[in-house]
């Protein structure tokens, strides 16, 4: 062997696995984009990006309330009197918070996943355990309510 095919040879760097850009839409548009801001940030933490993982957290939580406010005057619904029942009820109201979430997804699977993992140099994370928990914790709900 030549020392210098020796020296050219470098191994090839480990590839982190981080949840995929449709698994972050996928999980905003059918349960909420509050849930894909939390895959999002352990994405950024597991490349060691802490601070941006917390302020897409932030962006999750502000994004969920102002769509929740939007969604209520958009329908021009009184604030004080509006109960779950109501919301689910009204039929615009599901296609509103729809379309809402489906922003919210893209918001953050078009932009904020785009600005953080640029490239080929990762793999796709399984979506089973985050989605188990959901499972677990809305069965949890429901059999509290």
Request: proline share 3%; aromatic share 14%.
């Given at each position: 062997?030549?020392?210098?095919?020796?020296?050219?040879?470098?191994p090839e760097?480990?590839?982190t696995?981080?949840?995929?850009?449709?698994?972050?839409?996928?999980?905003?548009?059918?349960f909420?984009?509050?849930?894909?801001?939390?895959?999002?940030?352990?994405?950024?933490?597991?490349?060691?990006?802490?601070?941006?993982?917390?302020?897409?957290?932030?962006?999750?939580?502000?994004?969920i309330?102002?769509?929740?406010?939007?969604l209520?005057?958009?329908l021009?619904?009184?604030?004080?009197?509006?109960?779950?029942?109501k919301?689910?009820?009204?039929q615009?109201?599901l296609?509103?918070?729809?379309?809402?979430d489906?922003?919210?997804?893209?918001?953050?699977?078009?932009?904020?996943?785009?600005?953080?993992?640029?490239?080929?140099s990762y793999?796709?994370?399984?979506?089973?355990?985050?989605?188990?928990?959901?499972?677990?914790i809305?069965?949890?709900?429901s059999?509290?309510?």
């Amino acid at each position: 062997m030549d020392t210098e095919e020796i020296e050219d040879f470098q191994p090839e760097k480990e590839k982190t696995a981080i949840y995929s850009k449709w698994a972050i839409l996928d999980f905003s548009v059918f349960f909420s984009p509050f849930i894909g801001s939390i895959l999002l940030m352990l994405n950024l933490r597991r490349i060691g990006n802490k601070t941006a993982g917390y302020l897409i957290l932030v962006f999750g939580i502000v994004y969920i309330i102002a769509a929740e406010i939007v969604l209520i005057k958009l329908l021009g619904l009184d604030i004080t009197h509006v109960t779950p029942q109501k919301l689910v009820a009204n039929q615009q109201v599901l296609y509103y918070s729809k379309a809402l979430d489906i922003l919210g997804g893209a918001i953050l699977a078009e932009y904020f996943f785009k600005k953080y993992f640029k490239g080929d140099s990762y793999t796709s994370r399984s979506v089973f355990p985050p989605l188990l928990i959901i499972m677990a914790i809305f069965f949890l709900l429901s059999s509290v309510i």
